[in-house]
């Protein structure tokens, strides 16, 4: 049969050829995920790789600019080594943002599946709650929250995560609609499949990986407004090495000790626009519709 | 065994839709109905092939969800083995679950993209109970051989597949539950001819081998002389026309059989003059026959009274004042 026979596999290549075709067609995805793993490495083994503990002064270095020496990056006003502080910063911006999109994207799936599933007046009803989530700013969203909660680090994952809900159900409503109306759905149903197995099995799955994929690029969202939360001095608490904070403790000397604010700026720079070619990879890579063949 | 022989049975089955007012949400007309079915009977036994032909609009699709009980309808009754299908209940409900297969037109979108190909075609043999866990990968590779599927194939998604094995897949799974009645919606449309051909064929070797029934709706006249031995035309919601497909289409009775045969394109001929206009709104019909308006053959009583489908001549029976054969209906 002419279908079957064009199918056929063809000799297949080594392994490392195989990973060489891949690095090629991808270099911007390598690179990022590098960086990305790299990020995750020095925030996993901070104490291991950072040559300071991130509150430990010198008290013969204040402001000391980048230079060969034992403070490669540089010190803060308070002697503080900069390099080991923006290692240790990776830990709280890495565990934030996992941690809220984590709540976010649980939250997003229920409320998503609900309005989707449920439709009527339970649907509009939550819709117009999201709406009215969404018409804020998540990072005014997670200041009014934090004003409820108080400051802390699980205090700011919670609330950045609670803010990003809004929009997570939102996609999640858009899919399981979407997922709803194709016709495997009623096939399950001819077949005699009940409701529940239905969801389980025909819709979670094809809304899940969609979920996956924003959530990936919304990490990088959620590391921004809790950097924002600690900049305006309401989110982590000092001495913590967070990045927003440092970047609001150098924001005063930037014009003669730039590197105080510059250094935690750029890791999170960096930081960011690698999880963001990294979440563009990962839905290039696991949404079967999007994958070529070959 | 005192089962029927009947399958399925329809009886005088209407579906109309409320289509509210003319002139919108302001409007004080009377409320105007949809009558995408009018009257359709129809019955389909074991073992027997029945293709249900007609151009778009013609009500095909709902006469297709009423029977898989999708619809109900608003008048008559829609029976599977002298049960209402929209009330089966318990066993018997199950049994229509296991005993009916669908083949959709859009067979890719019909298969769940994030299951193997193998959990799709087991989905039956699960659901249904029908096989030990150990037993599954080898029902499963029967059945994609059965379907001309290489086994390996079991691992893959549909989304790696060609349009014509996705069809092969969706009917793979449509065997999986050893059916009684396939039921299939443009089963071999949008397809290359080469691969057309070999679906059909396996689609009739099916049928005869499993003496498995099958109602299979489609647009083309070919399609259904080669697949089916009763073929049913349908026009404006209603059936015109039915009998056995080599009698309707050697020599039709009502008009509109005529022009569908007319309409399809022979080798070296110009094609014949189509029927003009299009079919017309199924709100408001005017009285008398459906067709009329389009009927190169209408004259003033087909105007006034509409006519029923009756039998005309042994073995067939049509909906035509003026049939191009045999006696009258109304002589």
């Not at chain 2, 009977?41 to 027997?48: D, F, I, V």
């Not at chain 2, 029945?50 to 309808?73: D, F, H």
């Not at chain 2, 209402?84 to 409900?93: A, F, H, N, S, V």
Request: overall charge neutral; hydrophobic content about 50%.
């Amino acid at each position: 049969m002419a279908d079957v026979a064009l199918s056929s596999p063809r000799a297949a290549p080594s392994r490392a050829a195989n990973v060489w075709t891949y690095v090629r067609g991808h270099v911007w995805f390598v690179i990022a995920a590098v960086v990305v793993a790299a990020y995750v490495f020095a925030a996993a083994f901070a104490p291991f790789v950072a040559p300071f503990a991130p509150t430990e002064q010198d008290m013969m270095s204040f402001m000391a600019p980048p230079a060969w020496g034992p403070h490669l990056l540089g010190t803060d006003s308070f002697g503080q080594d900069l390099l080991s502080r923006t290692i240790y910063g990776a830990r709280y911006a890495l565990l934030i943002g996992l941690g809220a999109v984590l709540i976010g994207a649980g939250g997003g799936l229920v409320v998503g599946l609900a309005a989707g599933l449920i439709g009527g007046r339970v649907e509009w009803a939550l819709m117009r709650l999201v709406d009215s989530l969404l018409a804020l700013p998540s990072l005014i969203m997670a200041i009014a929250f934090i004003s409820i909660l108080g400051q802390g680090v699980d205090k700011v994952v919670l609330a950045v995560g609670v803010a990003l809900i809004g929009p997570f159900s939102r996609t999640v409503r858009g899919d399981v609609l979407q997922v709803k109306a194709q016709p495997f759905v009623e096939a399950a149903r001819l077949m005699g499949v009940g409701t529940l197995a239905i969801v389980w099995r025909h819709i979670i799955p094809n809304v899940i990986f969609p979920l996956a994929v924003q959530a990936t690029i919304r990490v990088s969202y959620a590391i921004l407004v809790s950097s924002g939360l600690s900049f305006i001095g309401i989110g982590v608490t000092p001495p913590t090495p967070d990045w927003g904070l440092m970047i609001a403790e150098g924001r005063s000397f930037v014009s003669f000790a730039p590197w105080i604010a510059g250094v935690p700026g750029a890791a999170l720079a960096v930081l960011l626009i690698a999880l963001s070619v990294v979440g563009d990879g990962v839905r290039e890579q696991f949404d079967p519709k999007l994958k070529k063949e070959g | 065994m005192s089962m029927p022989s009947e399958l399925f049975r329809l009886l005088d089955v209407e579906k109309a839709y409320d289509v509210g007012r003319k002139g919108g949400l302001f409007a004080s007309g009377p409320r105007r109905r949809l009558a995408a079915l009018d009257g359709v009977r129809l019955s389909l036994k074991a073992g027997e092939s029945v293709a249900i032909v007609g151009e778009s609009g013609s009500g095909k699709t709902t006469l297709l969800r009423v029977l898989l009980g999708l619809t109900s309808p608003s008048d008559g009754r829609a029976l599977y083995r002298e049960k209402d299908i929209t009330l089966l209940q318990g066993e018997d409900r199950d049994r229509f679950c296991r005993e009916v297969a669908m083949i959709y037109q859009d067979a890719r979108g019909s298969l769940n993209p994030r299951m193997s190909i193998l959990d799709l075609v087991a989905e039956p043999l699960d659901h249904h109970g029908l096989c030990k866990p150990s037993e599954r990968r080898d029902r499963v590779a029967a059945l994609l051989s059965r379907v001309g599927l290489p086994p390996e194939m079991m691992e893959r998604y549909t989304s790696a597949l060609s349009g014509g094995q996705v069809r092969r897949v969706a009917i793979a799974r449509a065997l999986a539950s050893s059916p009684a009645v396939l039921v299939a919606d443009e089963a071999v449309s949008g397809l290359d001819v080469s691969t057309q051909a070999q679906l059909l064929k396996l689609l009739r070797d099916l049928q005869r081998e499993m003496g498995v029934s099958l109602l299979f709706i489609t647009h083309d006249l070919g399609v259904a002389a080669y697949l089916c031995e009763r073929i049913a035309v349908m026009y404006l919601g209603r059936i015109v026309e039915t009998g056995l497909t080599k009698d309707v289409l050697s020599a039709p009775a009502h008009p509109y059989t005529r022009a569908l045969l007319n309409a399809a394109p022979k080798f070296f001929e110009p094609i014949a003059e189509p029927l003009g206009g299009e079919i017309p709104s199924p709100i408001d019909l005017p009285p008398g026959c459906r067709f009329a308006g389009r009927c190169p053959e209408a004259r003033d009583d087909c105007r006034a009274s509409d006519p029923e489908l009756v039998a005309g001549a042994p073995n067939r029976e049509f909906a035509c004042l003026h049939p191009l054969i045999g006696e009258p209906a109304f002589a």
